[in-house]
């Protein structure tokens, strides 16, 4: 009896606090509350990213065979397929404590079909929970980016060790980027459950964590331009566009075409359609913008022609010894200007608004191969802007002769590769916001201020280590020539230029072996008071003897954004708007190769 008593007088005194914990542990289930990202505003306050509400369905632990039979029960009302059941009881082998999230975008009737039947799925939790939307769809996907739920090879990282299975993460874009603030902090609650694990009722005697909402981001975007360059953009073709403010830095346009719709991916992407977009061949999901290099071709000359200047080996009248007759010979090979009757006689102005390439191929010998590599390092052609945007690709430019020697042997190559170099051609690759910054310090005549999406005085202050090195007097030459392209007869974007704004800017066709050219355009405008830089791309966009794509549509995304800046300074509207793409006059001479 006194052994007894002790025993008793152990368990019931003693103990009793460990055996009240461990009773409350097994009668109580904590649930996840996400906490609603914040919002993503565009520059005039219109929503680029918001939360709807949604309903999730989870299953609290269990055996793997309860779950399976659930699972089971469950597959009707929510259209679970064998392989979709296979992957939810494999991932809850992986994480056998924590609730099991079947579906995170469940439907009302979806939802309703469960209630309806309760008894059925006593272990069954049916959650309102935030849903990701946004409303203009396609347009901003490469931008914005989309959500989806946490990787086992995320979790392993660093940066997400605060977070647990399940949980929804921002995947790509500004959701990935600005995860940390946009994310907020997730709360908790709790479930009072059963001997058998069904749910009983939930339960509070422990304090709940409150969830502590995401922030807010706004953005120095112009969605209603970035919607006006989807609508406009040629549907069959790829490619990009992206445009600064050169006095801020911020990006008012970004957007990649072919796009697709970020909506698709909350609660999960279909397979099938995960693949379809996949093993797309024009790669939609590719973002043009930031994770791709073209080879730059004329809108490259003036790199060229600036580190001429800056060396003092080109001025804006320097001639050179030979007169574009459609070719320049050099060792057994002849290389070509896009004219094939040539320009003549030009000086640097000339040949920058005529595009002409014998007389870049000449500029380049002139400088000689180590100032090529020197002036792409300086401007940083061979390093990524900086952008608040993840997977930026850098620029590619050889960084030494060695570089040379290490790839095709020291006696693999010879000094011709400056040829190629001078025109935007050759192991030269540049992404669309490389060449739109360096445009911006030729528009402002300063260390251009590092691309930035969110709009924040920091951002703002982050200048490139780097500036063009020309006097203010050369830099207006180089604009002038910059104007002439565009407004002068004789330049390559004159048949598209605009009849309200005055611009300047730098036409590009640049040779790829998979096909028909690429089409560029870099410029800015208004010329004297530069308000916005853009830099546009179609790819096989300049067939021979057809329209260039790049520059009409550049110059109408300009035009609309100035024309919304500037309502004051319009015209009063003619009879009929014109909406397509004016086609030109389709010879070759109305662009430079």
């Known amino acids: 009896m006194l052994l007894l008593l002790a025993a008793f007088f152990r368990l019931q005194v003693i103990g009793s606090s460990e055996f009240l914990l461990r009773s409350q542990e097994n009668r109580l289930r904590a649930i996840t ?247 797309d061949p024009a790669k939609p999901l590719l973002n043009r913008v930031a994770t791709s290099a073209y080879p730059p071709g004329s809108t490259f000359k003036l790199a060229i022609a600036s580190t001429g200047m800056r060396r003092e080996q080109l001025s804006i009248g320097s001639y050179m010894s030979t007169s574009c007759l459609g070719s320049l010979g050099y060792g057994n090979r002849r290389f070509r200007c896009w004219k094939a009757g040539g320009h003549g006689p030009l000086n640097l102005s000339g040949a920058i608004t005529e595009s002409c390439n014998v007389y870049f191929y000449q500029a380049g010998m002139r400088l000689g191969l180590d100032a090529l590599l020197e002036g792409a390092a300086r401007y940083s052609f061979d390093r990524p802007t900086g952008i608040d945007l993840p997977y930026e690709t850098p620029g590619a430019f050889p960084p030494s002769r060695e570089w040379y020697d290490e790839r095709y042997g020291e006696r693999g190559w010879t000094e011709s590769v400056v040829l190629n170099l001078s025109i935007g051609q050759g192991e030269n690759q540049q992404s669309l916001l490389r060449m739109a910054q360096f445009y911006t310090a030729l528009a402002t005549g300063k260390p251009p201020i590092v691309p930035h999406i969110a709009r924040s005085e920091g951002l703002a202050d982050r200048r490139a280590s780097w500036e063009l090195g020309l006097s203010e007097a050369q830099r207006g030459q180089l604009v002038e020539a910059m104007r002439a392209v565009v407004n002068h007869p004789d330049g390559t974007a004159y048949a598209y230029r605009s009849d309200r704004w005055e611009m300047a800017g730098k036409t590009g066709t640049a040779q790829n072996p998979h096909g028909a050219p690429h089409s560029w355009f870099v410029g800015f405008a208004p010329v004297d008071d530069p308000e916005i830089v853009i830099a546009a791309i179609v790819e096989f966009g300049h067939p021979d003897y057809q329209v260039s794509q790049a520059v009409p549509f550049a110059i109408r995304v300009v035009e609309r954004y100035l024309d919304t800046l500037h309502p004051e300074l319009l015209a009063p509207p003619a009879t009929a708007e014109v909406t397509d793409i004016p086609e030109g006059r389709p010879v070759a001479e109305e662009e430079a190769r």
Do not use: C
């Open 33 to 279: 509350v996400p906490a609603p990202r914040g919002t993503i505003y565009d520059r005039h306050g219109r929503v680029v990213a918001e939360n709807v509400p949604g309903y999730s369905i989870s299953l609290l632990p269990g055996s793997p065979d309860t779950l399976r039979a659930t699972l089971n029960r469950l597959a009707p009302y929510l259209d679970l397929g064998e392989e979709r059941i296979q992957g939810l009881l494999a991932k809850y082998r992986r994480f056998p404590n924590q609730p099991l999230v079947v579906r995170d975008d469940a439907s009302f009737a979806e939802v309703s079909a469960i209630e309806e039947r309760r008894p059925d799925f006593p272990r069954t939790v049916v959650e309102m929970r935030p849903r990701r939307h946004y409303p203009a769809g396609r347009a901003i996907a490469h931008l914005a980016g989309y959500v989806g739920e946490i990787s086992e090879a995320e979790l392993e990282r660093e940066v997400y060790a605060e977070y647990e299975p399940g949980r929804i993460v921002g995947k790509d874009g500004l959701e990935r980027q600005y995860e940390g603030s946009l994310s907020g902090v997730p709360g908790v609650r709790f479930v009072e459950v059963s001997a058998l694990g069904s749910i009983v009722r939930d339960f509070g005697p422990r304090p709940a964590v409150e969830v502590q909402p995401g922030t807010d981001l706004t953005l120095g975007l112009d969605l209603a331009l970035q919607q006006f360059a989807d609508s406009i953009f040629p549907e069959e073709m790829r490619g990009g566009v992206v445009a600064l403010d050169p006095r801020t830095g911020e990006v008012l346009v970004l957007y990649s075409h072919p796009t697709f719709d970020p909506n698709e991916f909350i609660g999960g992407i279909d397979l099938s359609l995960w693949r379809s977009l996949q093993d």
